[in-house]
């Protein structure tokens, strides 16, 4: 056994520690008192505590215990004249000590450890590793924040890191933010691939010389897929990060068969925003070889702008779409109108994983392979979890390249709600101050869960900055994508629309939240929008920072904090999931794709080469059975109901709500407004109201309990006459039913919804709308949420047309089609 003999010299008291076999636990607690004799200091009183109790023995074994250790420990930092004593009192037993460094904080505890140059240092001294651990858990645990397992243990390796707790514990306050602490890791830039010579490509040589004025080598990505066969034309699907390039694959294949005659280019993206931004990009930079581009984005029937001067029609060389704006071309049986296919481009095609619209994206491209069997299709994505088994199943070869253009960092900073908008501003001016080698100045998106909060954020920040979100109409977007583009907004405030690819080059994001409305990011959201951090030809780094809120949750059932949800993001990795869809998707793409072929057998062959398992016997006789389309043999052809269906995009129930409406001899606005609600609006003046009731109300006018707070007799009187004569008209207009479960029985938002194709129908456009509102109920709205409603208005009165006129209601369809013309404009 080895006994070491630890001595604590303190003013009032001398402590006593032995200590067995280095534990750090002593065998017991002894006071000693020492008194002056003839011979010097010697010990007097001898007092051993043991499990709080304390015990006088005779002051022999305290000499006892001295001879038999073989080592004595007097502790530093002492009083200097007990020290001294002690010393005195040794050399008298012709012992001696050795003066050494302990942790102040086991000896509170009365434990021992010792101190080196490896200990943690805290408040002007050091302490051991053990107390630093407990002094960190014990202020993480006396904080309102209540931080979750997975932050303590994140906070807990930052101080094993930095050996450094009054550092950490500045992690608590993120208004001094340490950007060496806040930071997770740090992606390399990619490996040194050298690109290949534009020069030397086999393409066009006016298209090579427009390339090269841009730049005279590849990328290593597009490097990569042409030495792949790309200009030979070689199907491809490309996955690399954000930035690399693979927007000019596309070009480069699509240009170039454009140039050699092989066909026009389709151009596929999943959003509107980044169809008129490909639309812009294209027009300006290949009209010059001659070669044009046009929109297809759906519906777009609503008349709102003078200025809209893109090129719509299909004979064009290049036709930029969403996914479904090119789908209702095939749908409705245009598929000869787009002419001779070349190439096709399908963007963000891990969307075909999404669980609302993969099912309309596998369908589309079934659909073109079948009508253009001789394109080359090109797949891009940053975000695909299995690219290998991705490309198997599009049948294409993957062009997979892992590295980034630039470095990025990232960091996560915990911080209570009401710190963010502090922080955020000092990170948007740091990074906007700061000028990279490339001429740029650091511009920042903030992604946030909703679009109030795009605003919201937007004028809290004390500088210029901007909202974007799919609300606003395309002039504001516009407005903003070219701002931000010239470098002259420092800051975007956005939802997920960013995400998907719209061109920002931004050098830093920061996330305001860690969810998209009420439900967490998953690992591909959020590699989507982490990705946006960096453009190499703006920028030497990107910065992305996780502003995360321990225990904050945005629904009750919600198992993760945003503190946890945080670490699992930034520790995770994309998870595949598995394709498929239900009874009602698969048979509106059976529908679609007997759009494009009367043979059983072709579909057949169409829908093998789609991701989820198809049983067409069982869904074509359902089909036929419904009446939607007429089999005989091999051959099938969609009855007149059944072509509306598909090409309206009607699910087989909508399909029918919409048939029994008309058989029933429905009004059309009574019936489009059962169809679709429309819902997206909020109380313009709710922190008035907030303020007035001393309650916090929900901005969403149709949301939870904001209708019953609000029209309580006595919270109205509180509100001044002109707020309550507002609400007393919403409330007139349309919460007057008599339904049992009113307000929550949807009668209200049929009516509201209805109202609004009533003012559209007077002449409003989405703005003068949205103005009346606020006008009339002091309620306000998106104007773009309004042209998306109204678009989709007008589609369900074109299938109600279609299907009054199939069904000889002469009245009805009349009806329909006059009202489609009023909200057309």
């Known amino acids: 056994m080895t ?26 607690v002894g006071e000693l008192v020492v008194q002056t004799t003839s011979s010097g200091p010697r010990p007097h009183k001898f007092k051993v505590i043991k499990d709080r109790k304390g015990e006088f023995h005779p002051p022999s074994e305290f000499t006892d215990l001295l001879r038999t250790a073989q080592r004595i420990l007097i502790a530093k930092d002492g009083d200097d004249k007990q020290i001294s004593t002690i010393i005195d009192m040794l050399q008298g037993f012709q012992l001696s000590a050795d003066m050494v460094n302990v942790c102040r904080f086991c000896l509170l505890r009365n434990m021992f450890n010792f101190l080196n140059r490896k200990s943690f240092r805290y408040h002007r001294e050091k302490i051991c590793e053990e107390c630093a651990k407990e002094e960190l858990s014990r202020v993480l645990m006396s904080s309102q924040l209540h931080y979750s397992e997975e932050a303590c243990e994140r906070l807990e390796s930052i101080l094993l890191k930095t050996k450094d707790l009054d550092r950490t514990l500045l992690m608590l306050s993120p208004e001094e933010l340490d950007h060496e602490l806040t930071r997770f890791d740090s992606i390399a830039a990619s490996k040194d691939i050298s690109g290949s010579k534009i020069k030397d490509l086999p393409i066009n040589r006016k298209f090579k010389d427009l390339l090269i004025e841009k730049s005279e080598t590849l990328l290593p990505v597009q490097s990569l897929s042409v030495e792949s066969g790309l200009l030979r034309g070689q199907n491809q699907l490309v996955t690399s990060v954000t930035a690399t390039g693979k927007t000019l694959i596309g070009e480069l294949a699509g240009i170039e068969n454009i140039l050699r005659k092989k066909g026009k280019l389709l151009y596929l993206v999943p959003l509107v925003a980044l169809a008129n931004q490909k639309y812009d990009q294209f027009t300006g930079r290949y009209s010059g070889l001659g070669i044009n581009t046009s929109l297809r984005v759906g519906s777009a029937r609503i008349k709102v702008s003078k200025n809209d001067r893109s090129r719509r029609t299909l004979d064009s060389d290049i036709i930029v779409g969403t996914y479904e704006g090119i789908d209702y071309v095939l749908r409705t049986g245009g598929a ?98 700061k000028v990279s080698s490339k001429g740029h100045k650091g511009q920042t998106i903030i992604f946030t869960n909703s679009r109030r909060n795009c605003h919201r954020i937007s004028e809290a920040l004390p500088m210029y900055s901007a909202p974007y979100h799919a609300g606003l109409t395309s002039e504001e977007r516009k407005k903003v994508e070219i701002g931000f583009g010239k470098g002259k907004l420092p800051v975007v405030v956005t939802t997920a629309a960013l995400a998907a690819g719209v061109d920002f080059p931004a050098s830093q994001v920061i996330f305001e939240s860690l969810a998209m409305g009420i439900e967490w ?76 072929t009367s043979s059983v057998s072709d579909l057949k062959r169409i829908h093998v080469n789609m991701l989820a398992d198809y ?22 052809a969609l009855t007149r109901f059944g072509k509306i269906a598909a090409g309206h995009f009607l699910s087989v129930s909508r ?44 901005s969403r006018v149709f949301q939870g309990a904001s209708l019953d707070i609000l029209f309580e007799g006595e919270n109205m009187e509180r509100l001044d006459i002109s707020l309550r004569d507002q609400l007393f008209d919403f409330a007139s207009d349309f919460l007057t039913c008599n339904c049992k479960g009113s307000p929550y029985c949807g009668c209200a938002e049929h009516k509201f919804s209805e109202k609004i194709i009533h003012i559209r129908a007077e002449g409003y456009d989405p703005a003068g709308i949205v103005r009346k509102l606020e006008s009339l109920y002091g309620i306000t709205a998106y104007p773009g949420d309004v042209l998306g409603y109204l678009d989709n208005v007008v589609r369900n009165l074109d299938a109600v047309e279609m299907i009054a006129k199939a069904y000889s209601k002469k009245d009805i369809a009349s009806e329909a089609h006059k009202l489609k013309k009023q909200i057309e404009g």
């Open 3 to 28: 006994l070491w003999i630890l001595i604590i010299a303190e003013r009032s008291k001398i402590t006593v520690l032995p200590i067995k076999d280095k534990k750090k636990k002593p065998l017991f």
């Open 336 to 433: 000869d109108t787009l002419g001779h296919i070349g190439t096709v481009v399908v963007d963000e095609v891990h969307t075909i994983e999404d669980a609302e619209r993969g099912h309309r994206l596998d369908g589309v491209i079934a659909r073109l392979k079948y009508v253009a069997p001789d394109a080359q299709f090109i797949y891009l994505s940053a975000t695909v979890a299995k690219p290998a088994l991705m490309a198997k199943k599009l049948g294409t070869q993957l062009i997979e390249y892992e590295y980034r253009p630039v470095p990025i960092e990232r960091h996560l900073v915990f911080c209570p709600e009401h710190s963010k908008i502090k922080i955020m501003t000092r990170l948007v001016r740091e990074e906007f101050s």
């Open 521 to 596: 990011l998953n690992m591909q959201e959020f590699l989507q929008m982490l990705g946006r951090a960096g453009r190499p030809d703006y920028h030497d780094r990107g910065e992305v920072v996780l502003l995360a809120v321990p225990n904050k949750r945005y629904t009750g059932n919600q198992g993760d904090t945003e503190d946890a949800m945080a670490l699992k993001l930034l520790k995770g990795e994309m998870l595949h999931t598995s394709v498929d869809y239900g009874e009602e998707e698969k048979i509106e793409e059976i529908l679609a794709t007997a759009a494009v």
């Open 615 to 636: 049983n067409v016997n069982v869904l074509l006789k359902k089909l036929e059975r419904y009446k939607f389309l007429h089999k005989k043999s091999d051959n099938i």
């Open 655 to 698: 399909a029918f709500l919409i048939r029994d409406a008309v058989l029933m001899e429905q009004s059309p606005l009574m019936t489009v407004s059962n169809l679709e609600f429309f819902d997206a609006v909020y109380f313009k003046n709710a922190a008035r109201i907030s303020a007035a009731l001393n309650i916090n109300l929900p």
